[in-house]
């Protein structure tokens, strides 16, 4: 009897094992569904080969899908910055642009 319950408790730990490795591989995916990640297909294609590379690749996967968020994108401002706005951005170009005609006149009056 201790036989037939060895064979069935070998059984059910090398099964649960090959569905805990499957679900784990899968978190990087999951992160990236949640986040609405763009490369949430590649990011769960990769989960898989990563089973075929020995789980090397399977740390990388992790922070490529923590590093996207839907509120900020790729970088980790806040999403407040004055930077990020279309406003924002045509002033800095219009002060670079009027720096810019100050300096080509200040070469233009000492080339003469």
Do not use: C
């Amino acid at each position: 009897m201790l036989d037939y319950f060895a064979l069935f408790l070998l059984f059910f730990v090398v099964i649960v094992m090959f569905y805990g490795i499957i679900a784990i591989h899968d978190i990087p995916y999951e992160i990236a569904k949640h986040r609405n990640h763009p490369h949430q297909d590649a990011i769960h294609v990769a989960g898989w080969v990563s089973l075929f590379t020995l789980h090397v690749i399977w740390p990388f996967l992790w922070i490529w899908a923590t590093l996207f968020r839907e509120d900020r994108g790729w970088g980790f401002a806040d999403g407040n910055s004055g930077a990020s706005e279309p406003q924002a951005m045509a002033a800095e170009i219009k002060r670079l642009s009027a720096r810019l005609d100050e300096i080509e006149q200040s070469l233009a009056q000492k080339g003469e």
